[in-house]
């Protein structure tokens, strides 16, 4: 019950983290994000979808990221989302935290001699 | 399977988030929906996943809030706010406008700045060389004079010693008339030689032109005391140059040439006459007797035009003891005086005065163009503001205040726009010394002043008023109800029915006549220079270095000078790489030639003819040198000398005048030594334009140098060397041999003959490339303009175009009706701005050399150009029409 816990804990606060570093790589659409972090993370992080959108519109009216409409013939017309100048000082800022919180658990609990 | 309506459905009409929101999810749905089949789910089974996906999505649709499309946070000024409260009201919302949409801000002023920058460096131009008044005091009062005779083809360049000392006793019609005579001089000293322009002056002349003096007086000489005429007047670089500006100058001794000038005077800094690179001044005593010419200027009497001036000279001239032969040959006509009295001004400017007239019109267009194209920028972004108008109206704007609105904006983004461009203009005015030729008149002269700062925002003003005035019409005849009811979704076939579209491609079509008319005269221009570059002068100047070797009379007599140069020309002939070289009495481009007339009998009918025609003496090689044709006999050759029978070769246009059919062989008279009388025509040479290409030819007649039995007089001589390879690279060997026969003279105006050909068509050049420029912007403005008329008339037509592809309409079709737009258009704009090329073409002819005005192809290339233009303005918004989804467009 406690490992559960955790783990849906930290799913919520890497949301962010994971859906800045996709983005940083190139511009994407919802359904690409999604699927990216089912497949890299080997299905360890099954993601649980219904927070995707919330966390894309709230990144985006915090003017980290940007969504745009793109169209192409004979196709849905997809949105688009792409890192804002700010989204990467945020995502800089993100990653030192959690490589800190990180080496703190491996000091504590030691997680890398498994 | 219809998503929308799927995940519409999934969160029930109460809560259901915004189109934009159910559109993107509806995107995942489907993708998701896909991937399940995909991976071999059954059609229910995915079905049954996605609905999974849709339940915790609408479990807490509260998160799934966008931010709203910001609605403008600028809040537009009180619509009751007037005078100077309201003023800066409107001020403060015209500029947050413009911070925020900035793009749209940069577009207009970049194009502004560029337009306005155009016109005012042209105008600094025109207003410093052709409008400001020269430095001189009452300048208006000082008149150029010219001299000719009546039915001389020649054009005028100088005045005549006759007609000179005629009027100068006791004119009716001016106060004073000045001479003088302007050259390079050997300056030597301490510090080393230099060659120094000079200028000789008669007494007159300085006093003349209210010249004041830094130290010291002007000379007032005594003509009878030839020892009186050895003072000099220094300018003010000279005298901190050799003298460290010390104040006991006056009385020292300046060596000029070898000869020593008594220093009597120091000019002020301001003062340049004849030119600013003169640096010092020497007498000059107009004497009586034979024919002698030099430059001349007079202050007329207050209140007399030129043209009585001009009627007093020519009876005062034509009184004068006629100088006999010698008129002939240098005017080639012995008709009565003919003087020409211009304002000094028009003298110093009239030959860049057209195509300084013809610039300024073309940056005048290119403005125009510039605020045509913001314009129509304006109106379009007016059409997107109807809302906003409408809203404000009927809040209780009256149209007034609509429209004082606008003018603030666009006035603002006119000025800022103007201000860019007057700092483009500063910046570029300052490199213009560089970029003029040498020889443009006035240059020093050109400067960004109040005036012409004055002219370059008045200029902005008006700009944006006009450009400003197009919206502001149509914002104070928004009308309520249709503007509010509107949304956006323009009718079928929307792009023409308004009136402000029709506006938008009228200015269009405008902006592409502009661009016609540049690109033509560009064009026109270009191969007017191609023409004069390559047009055929009578000689190669490919790989031929040439250079002024100046031997002064004060070290060099004639006999040892003649000595000298064919020690050089030997030397040189034996440089690896050198395949000729000669010396002569001067060169194509270079003015100053000896003139000569007498009588021979024609060898024609054995009448007496009168013969006058300019004179060279070249060393044998100065034909293969120079690679001039010769068309029958021969050239000189190193046995023809002064022991030999005395030869001559003259140019085609000699022989046909004076000749007869065969010319070689005949004899002229021209001797090199004491008892002969005559010598024989040995060849006959292509003629050679020695100036411009379209001064007519002279005959000339070439001595052979080596035969000259009293040596070489002529004490600056060029010399020509013919290279196999780049000329240039004989520079240093040529400097060695010449400080080897006497290391204290220097070449000058060491140059290849191509150099020589392309400064003398700098102006041409010049006029081409900066005509070119203008075009190529205009080019630019129009291709960009077209491009935004035509996405906005496909935004417009979305709905239609949409219906039409409904309707089975291909997209070939739906591109045919955008380009069918944009070619009337074009059409229209092309036909326009030829036809004005043609009108005015008359005013450029005398500008060009070799093509018409009405050039047919450049012509053409224009048409095709500017085709080529719009095709690829028109490629994106046809692609895009072609794109258009109907199935979106009508849901």
């Known amino acids: 019950m406690t490992t559960h816990l955790l783990k849906r804990e930290l799913k919520r606060g890497s949301t962010e983290l994971l859906v800045l570093a996709l983005l940083e790589e190139q511009p994407r659409h919802g359904y690409d994000i999604a699927r990216l972090i089912d497949e890299r993370s080997q299905g360890s992080i099954t993601y649980q979808v219904a927070s995707l959108y919330p966390t894309l519109y709230r990144?985006?009216?915090?003017?980290?990221?940007?969504?745009?409409?793109?169209?192409?013939?004979?196709?849905?017309?997809?949105?688009?989302?792409?890192?804002?100048?700010?989204?990467?000082?945020?995502?800089?800022?993100?990653?030192?935290?959690?490589?800190?919180?990180?080496?703190?658990?491996?000091r504590v609990a030691h997680l890398t001699q498994g | 399977m219809d998503w929308n309506r799927i995940v519409g459905e999934a969160f029930g009409q109460r809560q259901m988030p915004e189109d934009d929101v159910i559109d993107e999810l509806a995107q995942h749905a489907d993708s998701a929906y896909q991937a399940a089949r995909a991976e071999g789910s059954s059609g229910d089974e995915a079905e049954r996943r996605v609905r999974e996906l849709l339940q915790a999505w609408s479990a807490d649709p509260d998160v799934l809030t966008r931010r709203p499309r910001r609605p403008s946070t600028v809040v537009p000024p009180k619509a009751s706010?007037?005078?100077?409260?309201?003023?800066?009201?409107?001020?403060?919302?015209?500029?947050q406008l413009m911070r925020r949409q900035w793009t749209h801000t940069l577009v207009v002023v970049l194009t502004m700045a560029l337009g306005i920058g155009a016109s005012t460096v042209l105008f600094s131009v025109v207003y410093g060389v052709l409008v400001k008044p020269v430095p001189w005091p009452d300048a208006d009062r000082l008149v150029r004079l010219l001299e000719t005779r009546q039915g001389s083809t020649r054009p005028m360049r100088f005045f005549t010693n006759v007609t000179f000392l005629a009027w100068a006793d006791k004119p009716a019609t001016i106060e004073r008339i000045g001479g003088w005579s302007s050259g390079r001089m050997t300056l030597s000293g301490t510090t080393g030689a230099e060659r120094v322009i000079v200028a000789e002056v008669t007494s007159e002349l300085l006093p003349l032109l209210g010249a004041r003096l830094a130290l010291g007086r002007p000379f007032d000489i005594d003509p009878a005391n030839a020892l009186d005429q050895h003072q000099v007047v220094i300018d003010d670089r000279l005298w901190h140059e050799r003298f460290g500006g010390r104040r006991d100058v006056l009385g020292q001794v300046l060596r000029l040439?070898?000869?020593?000038?008594?220093?009597?005077?120091?000019?002020?800094?301001?003062?340049?006459?004849?030119?600013?690179?003169?640096?010092?001044?020497?007498?000059?005593?107009?004497?009586?007797?034979g024919l002698s010419m030099f430059q001349a200027i007079a202050r007329l009497n207050p209140g007399v035009t030129p043209a009585q001036a001009q009627a007093e000279a020519n009876a005062r001239g034509r009184a004068a003891p006629d100088p006999g032969l010698v008129v002939m040959a240098v005017f080639g006509s012995k008709g009565p005086v003919q003087v020409s009295v211009v304002p000094l001004i028009e003298s110093i400017t009239g030959e860049v005065r057209p195509a300084l007239f013809l610039l300024l019109v073309a940056a005048g267009l290119l403005l125009a163009a510039a605020t045509a194209n913001v314009a129509s920028l304006q109106l379009a972004r007016a059409m997107n503001r109807r809302r906003e108008f409408a809203i404000r109206a009927a809040l209780g704007a009256g149209g007034g205040r609509l429209v004082r609105q606008l003018l603030v904006e666009n006035t603002l983004l006119g000025l800022v726009g103007g201000g860019f461009g007057l700092v483009l203009a500063a910046w570029l005015v300052r490199g213009l010394p560089s970029l003029l030729p040498a020889d443009f008149p006035r240059i020093a002269d050109i400067a960004i002043d109040w005036r012409v700062a004055a002219f370059s925002i008045g200029l902005s003003f008006a700009a944006s008023i006009f450009f400003g005035l197009a919206p502001a019409l149509h914002a104070g005849r928004v009308k309520l109800a249709p503007s509010l009811a509107e949304d956006g979704l323009a009718p079928v076939g929307g792009g023409t029915r308004t009136a402000t579209a029709r506006a938008r491609l009228l200015l269009m079509a405008g902006q592409v006549a502009v661009a016609a008319v540049l690109l033509v005269g560009a064009a026109v221009l270009g191969r007017s220079f191609v023409a004069l570059i390559s047009a055929d002068r009578g000689y190669d100047p490919s790989r031929v270095l040439t250079a002024r070797l100046p031997l002064p009379d004060a070290t060099y007599t004639p006999v040892r000078r003649a000595a000298a140069l064919e020690r050089v020309v030997d030397h040189l002939k034996r440089v690896p790489g050198v395949t000729a070289a000669a010396v002569s009495t001067g060169l194509p481009l270079v003015p100053g030639d000896t003139l000569a007339g007498f009588n021979m009998r024609s060898p024609r009918d054995g009448r007496d003819v009168q013969v006058h025609t300019s004179i060279r003496h070249v060393s044998p090689g100065y034909f293969e040198a120079l690679r001039l044709r010769i068309r029958d006999g021969r050239g000189f050759t190193e046995s023809d000398t002064a022991a030999a029978r005395g030869v001559i070769v003259v140019n085609r246009v000699f022989a046909r005048r004076y000749l007869g059919d065969k010319p070689v062989g005949s004899r002229v008279p021209s001797s090199y030594k004491h008892g002969e009388t005559e010598a024989e025509v040995v060849g006959v040479v292509d003629d050679v334009s020695n100036g411009a290409v379209t001064?007519?030819?002279?005959?000339?007649?070439?001595?052979?140098?080596?035969?000259?039995?009293?040596?070489?007089?002529?004490?600056?001589?060029?010399?020509?060397?013919?290279?196999?390879?780049?000329?240039?690279?004989?520079?240093?060997?040529?400097?060695?041999?010449?400080?080897?026969?006497?290391?204290?003279?220097?070449?000058?105006?060491?140059?290849?003959?191509?150099?020589?050909?392309?400064?003398?068509?700098?102006?041409?050049?010049?006029?081409?490339?900066?005509?070119?420029?203008?075009?190529?912007?205009?080019?630019?403005?129009?291709?960009?303009?077209?491009?935004?008329?035509?996405?906005?008339?496909?935004?417009?037509?979305?709905?239609?175009?949409?219906?039409?592809?409904?309707?089975?309409?291909?997209?070939?079709?739906?591109?045919?009706?955008?380009?069918?737009?944009?070619?009337?258009?074009?059409?229209?704009?092309?036909?326009?701005?030829?036809?004005?090329?043609?009108?005015?073409?008359?005013?450029?002819?005398?500008?060009?050399?070799?093509?018409?005005p009405y050039d047919p192809v450049s012509y053409s290339v224009v048409s095709i150009v500017l085709i080529l233009v719009v095709i690829v303005a028109c490629i994106v918004p046809a692609r895009r029409a072609a794109r258009i989804d109907p199935a979106r467009v009508l849901r």
């Open chain 2, 695 to 852: 001064d007519p030819v002279a005959p000339e007649l070439y001595r052979c140098s080596l035969q000259l039995s009293d040596g070489f007089d002529d004490d600056v001589p060029s010399l020509i060397v013919r290279t196999a390879g780049e000329p240039l690279g004989v520079v240093p060997v040529l400097r060695s041999i010449v400080s080897g026969e006497d290391a204290s003279v220097a070449l000058e105006s060491v140059m290849t003959m191509e150099n020589r050909l392309a400064t003398s068509l700098a102006k041409p050049r010049l006029y081409a490339l900066l005509l070119g420029a203008f075009a190529v912007f205009a080019l630019t403005i129009a291709g960009v303009g077209l491009f935004g008329v035509l996405s906005r008339i496909v935004s417009l037509r979305t709905r239609e175009i949409g219906v039409r592809t409904a309707l089975g309409a291909a997209p070939a079709d739906v591109v045919r009706v955008v380009l069918q737009q944009a070619m009337v258009v074009t059409t229209g704009g092309i036909v326009v701005g030829l036809a004005i090329s043609a009108a005015v073409g008359r005013y450029v002819s005398q500008l060009l050399y070799g093509v018409t």
């Open chain 1, 59 to 106: 990144l985006e009216n915090r003017d980290l990221i940007e969504g745009r409409w793109v169209e192409k013939a004979g196709q849905r017309r997809r949105r688009y989302y792409r890192l804002l100048p700010a989204g990467r000082k945020v995502l800089a800022s993100q990653r030192s935290v959690w490589e800190g919180f990180f080496a703190g658990l491996d």
């Open chain 2, 257 to 289: 040439d070898g000869a020593s000038y008594r220093i009597a005077g120091v000019m002020t800094p301001s003062f340049g006459f004849p030119s600013r690179e003169t640096r010092a001044w020497i007498p000059f005593v107009v004497k009586p007797g």
């Open chain 2, 81 to 95: 706010a007037s005078g100077l409260a309201g003023l800066l009201g409107d001020l403060r919302y015209a500029l």
